[in-house]
């Protein structure tokens, strides 16, 4: 591992403790430059905004390394590469893995056996608060971190990647998580190394595209950036202040297609509160539509249902499952004769599965399918014998948008592995799960959100083209806006049965007038 010297962060510190736990043999280089500063007023603007908004773990922190590592100094002269080349040949040293974007010397992937990894974009040694700045002042809805294969007589390639949401008003807030699930792109990509060989590698890496390098950010550019921030400040405040956010359902009626979501009409709730997460469900020809039901006051989420009446129209709402933490995406199924619920319970820390008791009304606890884990939007699916289970895991300092997660039962009860290929998607514009996975002239696709720039932007169907317990692979067939509703900024899920479709959406109520209501 090649490191800045005396400059080590939080994520560097992390990759290498995640290696050594992996039983590779280690050894750590540390590099004098280019230590190349933000500036004082670039300096200033990090400070207050990580004072303004925190981030529960901050990988771009200060942390030395453990007492036990040893460390080997390198020259700052131009002449370094050619002593690490050295180094490697002698101790017949396999990879090299650099923690930033720094220029690669020919003379390094040659004396590597397998070559250089460097995580583009990603501090050297301040390179995520630079990459992450051109991402954040020129509005674009997400960035991307890159592990780059560097091979003697071969050009970069790209070997893993992953989009990240961009947080519109924080620095802090699209730098840290980001560099959260970088962290993890090396540890996972030589623990594919050891399993499959280096053909693993070959067979996953792709053209890198030019990129314009991070550069640091003058004083120039940031004062033409703070007056940009403050008007998206300023907006979001009036916004705030003047109006509410408040999910809601919208239907369409007929046969459907998932491809073309025009025709949809919405339907609100008639105080504050928020419906989200619609699950249709039909149970002796009669439809019930279940559905998140937030509260107006706390924004905690219960279960609730409303049954189709003869018609056609939907009765009034009913809670049918409510516990101390909030719950969402009641994901319901049959199985065996009987009818099960899996509602998003991350706040628990576990995917738990709820048998109907007096259906639709009552529910009890019938099995943990994982413990343990912050695991959302949770999605059953039986395909050619087995149960899938679907699930956005969230890392500690994480983000729960960006990576998918499979796991393989006989059971929809468990137990559950994990698939060797996790998380089997990684990118916040299309991993998050968005409803059930449904079939269309013997090909499966699979809802998924969109959370570029915001929660709920947009809703993708994504095609599975593989799903064994081996591999996994999909592709995005379609992706549709949430203007096609006709109200609102956000599109968020998708379930359908025979003659009903339902999505979600988003949209901005006054404030004042519900006081009124009140």
């Not at 036990?68 to 370094?80: Q, T």
């Not at 699930?181 to 594919?192: D, G, H, I, W, Y």
Request: hydrophobic fraction near 45%.
């Amino acid at each position: 591992m090649l490191l800045p010297t005396r400059r080590t962060r939080r994520y560097q510190v992390d990759i290498l403790g995640a290696l050594r736990d992996m039983g590779l043999a280690v050894s750590v280089f540390s590099l004098p430059g280019p230590h190349r500063g933000p500036g004082f007023l670039f300096s200033l603007y990090q400070r207050l905004d990580r004072l303004v908004t925190p981030v529960a773990v901050d990988p771009l922190a200060r942390e030395p390394l453990p007492g036990d590592v040893c460390v080997r100094e390198l020259p700052g002269h131009p002449g370094w590469p050619s002593e690490l080349a050295g180094a490697a040949r002698e101790d017949g040293l396999d990879i090299l893995v650099v923690l930033g974007d720094l220029a690669i010397s020919p003379a390094l992937p040659e004396a590597f056996r397998l070559g250089v990894v460097a995580l583009d974009a990603v501090d050297f040694t301040t390179q995520a608060p630079w990459a992450a700045f051109r991402a954040l002042s020129g509005a674009e809805p997400c960035w991307e971190p890159r592990l780059v294969w560097h091979v003697a007589g071969r050009p970069p390639r790209i070997l893993y990647r992953s989009a990240s949401a961009v947080s519109p008003l924080s620095l802090h807030r699209t730098a840290a998580p980001a560099c959260v699930k970088a962290a993890c792109f090396v540890p996972r990509m030589l623990r594919e190394l050891a399993e499959r060989g280096p053909g693993a590698w070959e067979d996953r890496a792709g053209a890198l595209p030019e990129r314009t390098p991070p550069a640091s950010v003058g004083g120039a550019a940031l004062l033409r950036f703070v007056p940009r921030l403050f008007v998206r400040f300023m907006t979001l405040a009036w916004r705030d202040a003047l109006l509410r956010p408040q999910w809601f359902l919208a239907l369409r009626r007929g046969g459907g297609d998932p491809f073309d979501l025009a025709g949809f009409v919405p339907a609100f709730p008639p105080d504050a509160s928020g419906w989200a997460d619609p699950f249709p469900f039909v149970r002796q020809g009669v439809t019930h539509l279940f559905f998140e039901d937030i509260d107006k006051d706390t924004g905690k989420g219960s279960i609730a249902v409303m049954t189709q009446g003869p018609d056609g129209g939907f009765g009034p709402p009913r809670t049918v499952l409510r516990t101390p933490h909030h719950l969402s995406y009641p994901f319901v199924f049959e199985w065996g004769g009987d009818v099960y619920m899996v509602p998003e319970s991350a706040q628990a820390a576990r995917v738990e599965v709820f048998r109907a008791v007096r259906f639709p009304h009552k529910w009890e606890s019938a099995a943990v399918l994982l413990d343990g884990v912050r695991a959302v939007d949770a999605t059953l699916l039986e395909h050619e014998g087995r149960w899938w289970l679907m699930a956005n895991l969230r890392m500690e300092g994480g983000s729960s948008w960006d990576e998918l997660s499979v796991f393989f039962a006989e059971t929809p009860l468990g137990p559950f592995v994990p698939h060797p290929g996790n998380p089997v998607v990684s990118d916040v514009r299309h991993a998050r799960p968005a409803g059930r996975v449904f079939g269309q002239g013997g090909r499966l696709f699979r809802p998924a959100q969109d959370c570029s720039g915001h929660y709920g932007r947009g809703l993708v169907i994504r095609e599975i083209e593989r799903l064994t317990p081996q591999d996994y692979r999909e592709s995005t067939a379609v992706r549709h806006d949430a203007a096609i509703l006709g109200v609102g900024d956000s599109l968020h899920t998708y379930n359908a049965v025979p003659g009903l479709e339902v999505v979600d959406g988003r949209r901005f109520i006054p404030r004042l007038s519900l006081r009124r209501r009140r």
